[in-house]
């Protein structure tokens, strides 16, 4: 597990799954938001493989986050699109309803970076978001992240078209928090 100062995060255990198909997938607002895809009803026991891991997927590894305090799960954070010559990722999150706006998501993205710059080695980590989330902004932003565009009108969100923002974060900026 990679710890943080509040969450750690571990590998998707199959009871996660249920919980994360009913409480972040099912809710068709924020499946399109968070999504680069249309929502649509996911079948129970399905191999879905935003909730079902491919280990043989080298440019992605998902996660499943908990609270330390609890070891209770509160979300999924994902590294994808790892590219091994520009040594370059994404990186994306989600928390349960109930869990946000507790620093959760700050800490999430501090203890993903870790996995970026020290366990992967990679020199750049990369965050879209769309232009209203300041949650995820601020949670990118608190971790040294430097907004480096707006991509006006990208992203198809439930009628209507919106801007995202891209976030960069470059290995040597980056300062670790010491405390955990
Ligand atoms: C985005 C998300 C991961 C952020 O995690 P979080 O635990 O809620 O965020 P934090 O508690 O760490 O707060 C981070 C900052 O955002 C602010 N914030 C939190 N919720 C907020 C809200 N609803 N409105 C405005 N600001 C908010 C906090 O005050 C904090 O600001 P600060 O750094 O200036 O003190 C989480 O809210 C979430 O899962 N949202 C739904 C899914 C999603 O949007 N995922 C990202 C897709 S790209």
């Excluded at 809710?27 to 491919?54: C, F, H, K, M, Y």
Aim: glycine fraction near 10%; aromatic fraction near 6%.
């Amino acid at each position: 597990m990679l710890r943080g100062n509040k969450i750690g995060l571990r590998a998707r255990h199959d009871d996660d799954i249920p919980i994360l198909r009913t409480e972040l997938y099912d809710d068709v607002v924020n499946a399109a938001r968070a999504e680069g895809a249309p929502w649509r009803p996911i079948t129970p026991g399905s191999s879905d493989p935003r909730l079902v891991v491919d280990d043989k997927d080298a440019g992605k590894v998902p996660f499943s986050v908990v609270e330390l305090e609890t070891n209770t799960l509160v979300g999924t954070a994902t590294f994808w699109g790892i590219d091994t010559h520009h040594r370059s990722a994404h990186i994306g999150l989600g928390l349960l309803p109930s869990t946000r706006g507790k620093g959760y998501g700050t800490d999430v993205v501090a203890v993903l970076c870790h996995y970026g710059f020290v366990v992967r080695g990679l020199h750049r980590l990369q965050i879209e978001t769309l232009s209203d989330n300041v949650a995820m902004l601020r949670s990118a932003e608190r971790n040294g992240f430097v907004r480096e565009g707006v991509l006006r009108s990208a992203t198809w969100v439930m009628g209507r078209f919106m801007d995202s923002v891209l976030l960069g974060l470059l290995a040597e900026d980056w300062k670790p928090d010491t405390t955990a």
